[in-house]
């Protein structure tokens, strides 16, 4: 596995998921700050590159709402 590899799926899917979800680029960063979308990409690159676009948004989707879900409870 290669930085650049990393970096540019990481990229390719962050524009995806913004365009999914109608998010700028700020309000991206913020959710990454919360939800650690990147780290989660970087440490998933090896199944993740192989399994598509759409599967890779879907498994974002669904941490996200795990953690919110998860954070509500606690609040």
Do not use: C, W
């Not at 890779?56 to 606690?74: C, G, N, P, T």
């Amino acid at each position: 596995m290669k930085f650049n590899d990393v970096a540019y799926f990481q990229v390719g899917i962050a524009r995806k998921y913004m365009r999914r979800h109608n998010l700028t680029p700020l309000q991206f960063v913020e959710r990454d700050k919360q939800y650690n979308i990147l780290h989660f990409l970087e440490v998933g690159y090896e199944p993740f590159h192989l399994t598509g676009d759409e599967g890779v948004l879907d498994e974002l989707d669904e941490i996200v709402s795990e953690q919110q879900a998860s954070a509500s409870h606690r609040a």
